[in-house]
Structure formats: structure tokens, C-alpha cells
């Protein structure tokens, strides 16, 4: 693996972006966040400057699967919560037409069916997906004194 001096002592994932930083004295102290980006995904192999293949003979080859799925789902998450907040803004908006009318009742109803679908869906999908993660790397890192939490 590379060398511990350029290794942050936590990262911090989320849906576009990842921070990392030092602990010291039981305080955390961001060091860096990166640039928000659409459908991110954190890889563990590019952060540490490592090839996918030195991360494989080091990991084991499951997390070639693992990285695999959880990139796709990550896409999925994104993608489910893009569509949930354009719905939600759509429903603000119709919202009004449905004062008027029924068929603005109507489509302000099934555009919020869209918005909650969507928002629980991607929901869901983080909470599995992390606590997935969580799990199966947990186990293959915590052999390098890595601790996922």
C-alpha cells in the first residue's frame, strides 16, 4: 500500500464528494474536500495511488466485485435522488394548478407518489449500500488497522 504519510486519517463519503482529515487529540480536522461531482463514487484505489490491480493483490479479489457493485449502485442513488428533488420542485410548482382544478389535484398527486418513491428509494439504497460497505470492507481493511465506521 502507499506510504502512511500521505494517508488521511479519515474520509468523510458522501453523494458528491468525499473530505478527508486529521484526528488529533480526539478532534477531527478536515484537510481537503473535493470538487462536487455528478454520479461520484469514492474509490479507494485512486485515493491511495494505487492501481486497481495492486488494490486487488492487496484486498483480495472479492473487492474487485464489491467496488464493482457499489459503483453502480452509487450511480443508481444519485440518479434517485436527482429525480426526487426535480419531482419535488415540479409538485411546489403545480401545487398552485391544483387550487383550480381537479386535473391539477390529480398530477400535483401523482407527481408526489413520484417524489416519495424516488426519495425512499434512493434512501434505502444509501442506507443498505453503506451498511454493506461498511461491512465488507470493515473486514477486509481492518487487517491494515483501517476501521470503517
Known amino acids: 500500500m502507499q506510504d502512511d504519510a500521505n494517508i488521511a486519517d479519515f474520509y468523510d ?24 461531482k455528478a454520479q461520484f463514487y469514492f474509490n479507494p484505489a485512486s485515493v491511495l495511488g494505487l492501481s486497481e490491480t495492486q488494490l486487488e493483490e492487496e484486498l483480495g479479489s472479492s473487492m474487485k466485485k464489491i467496488m464493482k457493485v457499489y459503483k453502480a449502485v452509487s450511480k443508481w442513488m444519485f440518479i434517485a435522488y436527482l429525480v426526487a428533488f426535480i419531482a419535488t ?7 398552485v394548478f391544483a ?5 391539477g389535484s390529480c398530477v400535483t398527486t401523482i407527481i408526489s407518489i413520484v417524489s416519495f418513491l424516488f426519495t425512499l ?8 449500500m453503506f451498511s454493506i460497505a461498511k461491512g465488507s470492507l470493515g473486514s477486509a481493511l481492518k487487517v491494515y488497522g483501517i476501521e470503517v465506521g
Not at 468525499?18 to 477531527?28: A, V
Not at 434512493?122 to 442506507?127: D, K, N, V
Request: aromatic share 10%.
Open 89 to 95: 420542485c415540479a409538485q411546489v410548482l403545480l401545487g
Open 121 to 128: 428509494g434512493a434512501s434505502l439504497t444509501s442506507t443498505i
Open 13 to 36: 463519503i458522501g453523494l458528491w464528494g468525499y473530505c478527508e482529515g486529521n484526528s488529533t487529540d480526539s478532534k477531527d480536522t478536515v484537510s481537503s474536500c473535493t470538487d462536487p
Open 99 to 103: 387550487i383550480f382544478s381537479r386535473w
